[in-house]
């Protein structure tokens, strides 16, 4: 067999692509009896640099390849225990591991995030909310979430806009629900953003404000915190929002394709920027701010690299649903 695993895997990178897809169906057909020819060409550092290929073969073995991966991850070899360890959490999450995989995992957290700085969320996209980072336990409540446990930033950050963070699960009655995961930051401070609050924290998970809606978020835990704010980056579709809620009310609003654009009275930050708008700019913002990231910056905290000494506290990753903790998600996450 390890002469055929490796015609076969060398076939991976052919020209043509009938011989790939050829090679391909082949090695998927192994089964995981082919595990320990095929898991060295997982390698990062393999030379022959088909890593995501051979993974994805492996992958498509789906939960019959655990028992083998638990077994490396026990007794080797040893060169191969930290990509089983990956695989293994790709293919079923925390919950396929082992106890002592568990802890270790769980104990490298808890190393990382002790001097994680300094820190960086996505500032090119995406969506978020943000509250008063003094509220954290106020927001958890509000918000319903489960599982609230330590996490580093890249870890989190991959786990709310890149893995997988939502997954459907049944009831004892066969009714389906969805559960979500979701990343809350470390505290971050901002001493211009208006107001007597200059530390905040967001929360990113782009299914559950996609599917549960942000801005309706953002009142209810603004009922709960005084104040909470949606921000929403689309370079897709051409368009920025931003939502200001107080006291489970909408206090201001802005959306690029919402009519009308604007919602609410001017915040005092906007007038500086109505008022010193050069000419080319002085249509836009004839009504207020139109730029998400700019009210952010001037209401709470704008995303992006934030500086060490402005960083309290780490991230928290949790989950919509009591019966659905952080394990269950599926997906290697980066520490």
């Not at 043509?16 to 995981?32: C, M, Q, S, Y």
């Not at 211009?192 to 929360?203: F, H, P, S």
């Not at 920027?273 to 009504?287: K, R």
Request: net charge negative.
């Amino acid at each position: 067999m390890p002469d055929t695993v490796d015609a076969l895997v060398q076939d991976l990178s052919a020209k043509d692509r009938a011989v790939r897809r050829a090679a391909t169906e082949a090695l998927v057909a192994l089964g995981a009896a082919g595990i320990d020819q095929l898991l060295p060409y997982a390698l990062d550092k393999h030379p022959m640099n088909l890593g995501r290929e051979v993974q994805s073969i492996i992958e498509r073995w789906g939960d019959e390849v655990l028992p083998r991966l638990r077994g490396i991850r026990r007794t080797g070899p040893g060169r191969l225990r930290r990509k089983a360890l990956e695989i293994l959490v790709d293919l079923g999450g925390q919950e396929a591991l082992n106890d002592a995989d568990r802890r270790a995992v769980e104990r490298l957290v808890r190393i990382k995030i002790l001097d994680e700085r300094p820190v960086k969320v996505p500032f090119e996209a995406g969506r978020w909310l943000a509250f008063p980072a003094d509220r954290f336990d106020d927001a958890v409540s509000a918000l319903e979430l489960y599982d609230v446990r330590p996490a580093t930033t890249v870890m989190g950050v991959a786990a709310a806009t890149q893995a997988t963070d939502c997954l459907d699960v049944q009831d004892s009655r066969t009714a389906t629900r969805r559960a979500y995961r979701v990343f809350i930051t470390p505290a971050f401070e901002n001493e211009y953003a208006e107001g007597d609050i200059k530390r905040w924290r967001m929360l990113w998970g782009n299914s559950f404000l996609d599917e549960l809606d942000g801005f309706e978020l953002a009142r209810e835990l603004s009922g709960r915190c005084g104040e909470a704010h949606f921000y929403v980056l689309d370079p897709y579709n051409g368009s920025e929002s931003w939502y200001v809620a107080r006291d489970g009310h909408t206090r201001r609003a802005y959306s690029t394709y919402a009519y009308p654009q604007f919602e609410g009275e001017p915040l005092p930050f906007e007038a500086w920027y109505t008022e010193n708008a050069d000419e080319d700019e002085a249509e836009a913002y004839s009504e207020g701010v139109p730029d998400a990231s700019t009210a952010a910056q001037n209401l709470s905290v704008e995303p992006g690299p934030q500086l060490a000494e402005d960083t309290y506290d780490h991230g928290w990753l949790a989950t919509t649903d009591p019966a659905v903790p952080n394990s269950r998600f599926k997906g290697a996450l980066p520490i």
